[in-house]
């Protein structure tokens, strides 16, 4: 069976997904809650792992998903706070600057690809 790239999440997007640290996944990992191989020196997840992972925690603990997406709102409401503080002590260029800069580094995971691509179809 051939795995797509799509089917195959980082440390660190499969983290987000699951909103704790990467410290966190790694003791996950190493218990054998979620499994995990490396290709090369990487660690990486299948999708359906964390998937299935989620899927076991909401049947434990039907409040879980509402939970996970409670504490994203939280956290994206703390960026956008922080963000828009930034922006009003910038100039005009240092604010490109900063946006520019917060997009190419959304830019280096799939995660952060699939995010830019979702505003885009937004603003349609």
Known sequence: MKET???IMS???AAIAL???QRTLIRMRDSGEIP??????????MKSEIKNYIRRQQEK??????RQYEAIERKAAKVKEQAEYLLDTLGPE?????IDGFFAA????EWGRRFIDSLDSDEG
Not at 36 to 45: T, V
Not at 61 to 66: E, G, N, Q, W
């Open 5 to 7: 790239k799509d089917e």
């Open 11 to 13: 440390l660190s997007e």
């Open 19 to 21: 909103d704790v640290s």
């Open 36 to 45: 995990a191989f490396m290709i090369g020196k990487r660690w990486k997840f």
């Open 61 to 66: 603990d039907p409040t879980y998903l509402d």
């Open 94 to 98: 240092e604010k490109q600057e900063f």
């Open 106 to 109: 959304l830019a280096k995971s």
